[in-house]
């Protein structure tokens, strides 16, 4: 069977506290269908069509959801969950601590090319631990 994953992150490094990375994993149609189903949600006029979804735009009422009102925007917000509440679907999420990870800066010294040295990336680190998690999944399979 062929896995596939949708991934994304939830802040840069020197915005948080912790660099969250999530996703989705399932079978390509499983992922298929979501994804359908994700595209037509969005667009539904019940309550509101939206042209992509931004968690922190939902929860501030921003962005997309300027105009919301909260009961709207929590219909809206429950119409998509329930598109992922599938057993077929697996919930993939890891972070990076970036205070301990400010910590391994420290201890390293000066990198050269410092802004490109692996080390100085939380975010290859989170996305390390993504794919490992998603090997450990797939070979569940």
Request: net charge positive; charged share 25%; aromatic share 8%.
């Amino acid at each position: 069977m062929a896995l596939k994953a949708f991934l994304d992150d939830s802040g840069t490094k020197g915005t948080g506290k912790v660099l969250k990375f999530g996703g989705l994993l399932g079978s390509t149609e499983t992922l298929a269908d979501v994804s359908d189903s994700w595209k037509s949600e969005l667009q539904a006029r019940t309550p509101a069509p939206i042209r992509y979804f931004k968690a922190y735009e939902a929860r501030s009422l921003s962005g997309e959801f300027a105009h919301w009102s909260r009961k709207g925007r929590d219909q809206k917000l429950t119409r998509l969950a329930s598109l992922l509440d599938r057993s077929d679907l697996k919930m993939i999420m890891c972070g990076v601590d970036l205070a301990p990870h400010r910590q391994t800066e420290a201890v390293t010294g000066d990198v050269s090319d410092a802004k490109r040295h692996p080390l100085n990336q939380p975010y290859l680190l989170a996305l390390l631990l993504a794919l490992f998690t998603i090997a450990k999944e797939a070979s569940k399979s």
